[in-house]
């Protein structure tokens, strides 16, 4: 019998230069002392910020720590066979008050030559949006690296991005290659490869309190941008209550949206993989042998492989992103 139970992680809280406040004032996570949160690390395996268990045997151990001893039965033969000792997704919440930087992350390929890591594939939930919000995800037109350059160089890079309106229960999936940034009102969920490895392309010319500008990658983007125009960059999928919904499927995380108002019981027996539930709307009581775990908008839980039947528990009604690794 496993020693595992439902692991809920304390947050880590990151002040970012366009960061603001709906960290605390919507999700209700209290920042403090930081002037503000740009983005909170839920689950997270980078080795600069494990995350550390909150509660129950193993409060106080790090994600690393209970990967190496469990092995398997926390992540799952195929995943545990994939990635070893390495957790292999991020989850994160993000709150643009400004703009972030438009960027790019490398392939697996190209971030494993380069800096020894996973490449960055990710996915974004729109949780919550002030009207006219927008982001970047993509290009509006074909270009080659050429073009990409002289508009880079004059200063009309946005000229050819495709800018998207956003709203809360909008799904982009981005895959490793693909310029994008939040804009500014933004409140998101978002799950990733784990890897921190990002090319900044343009900064807006901001500065910081000292009156420095961020650091640029401009050569280093180069090989990593894939220069093709999509026809869709947002995911299409219809909301439904009270039963799974696929949003995401990729060789590097599966994400399902579960928007009920009523309790229900999951069984993963077959899945081998842990299960990531990331709470964006309501609240829920999560049963496991006998054991509750009371979780929050703004909350995560991670499933270990060896927890196969949970029951969930609602007055309130509940959204719940479903992430695992198929």
């Not at 960290?23 to 503000?36: A, R, W």
Request: proline fraction near 3%; glycine fraction near 6%.
């Amino acid at each position: 019998m496993s020693a595992l139970y439902p692991l809920k992680f304390k947050t880590i809280y990151k002040d970012k230069i366009w960061g603001g406040n709906k960290i605390k004032t919507y999700l209700g996570k209290d920042f403090s002392p930081l002037p503000n949160c740009g983005e909170t690390w839920e689950i997270s395996g980078v080795k600069s910020d494990v995350s550390v268990v909150e509660s129950g045997s193993l409060a106080g151990q790090s994600l690393a720590d209970i990967l190496e001893e469990y092995k398997d039965e926390l992540v799952g033969k195929k995943v545990y066979d994939r990635f070893g000792n390495i957790f292999p997704l991020l989850v994160k919440f993000i709150d643009a008050n400004d703009w972030l930087s438009i960027q790019v992350h490398p392939d697996d390929t190209l971030a494993k030559e380069r800096h020894n890591s996973f490449g960055k594939t990710e996915m974004w939930y729109i949780i919550e949006a002030d009207p006219g919000s927008t982001l970047i995800t993509g290009f509006n037109q074909q270009v080659d690296e050429k073009i990409y350059l002289d508009k880079l160089n004059s200063g009309h890079l946005t000229d050819i991005l495709n800018k998207e309106e956003a709203n809360a229960g909008d799904v982009f999936f981005l895959p490793a290659g693909r310029v994008h940034t939040i804009g500014k009102g933004l409140l998101l969920a978002e799950v990733q490869q784990t890897s921190d490895i990002t090319y900044r392309i343009y900064d807006f010319d901001r500065v910081d309190d000292k009156g420095n500008k961020r650091e640029l990658h401009t050569e280093e983007a180069l090989a990593a941008i894939d220069y093709k125009q999509y026809p869709d960059y947002k995911t299409q999928y219809t909301p439904q209550i009270n039963e799974d919904v696929a949003l995401v499927s990729c060789p590097y995380f599966t994400t399902n949206v579960m928007e009920f108002t009523e309790g229900t019981t999951k069984d993963y027996s077959d899945l081998d993989s842990f299960v990531i539930y990331i709470c964006v709307a309501g609240a829920y009581s999560l049963v496991y042998q006998n054991e509750t775990y009371e979780v929050k908008m703004g909350e995560c839980i991670l499933l270990p492989n060896t927890v196969n039947q949970v029951e969930i528990k609602t007055e309130s009604g509940f959204k719940i992103l479903e992430s695992y690794i198929a």
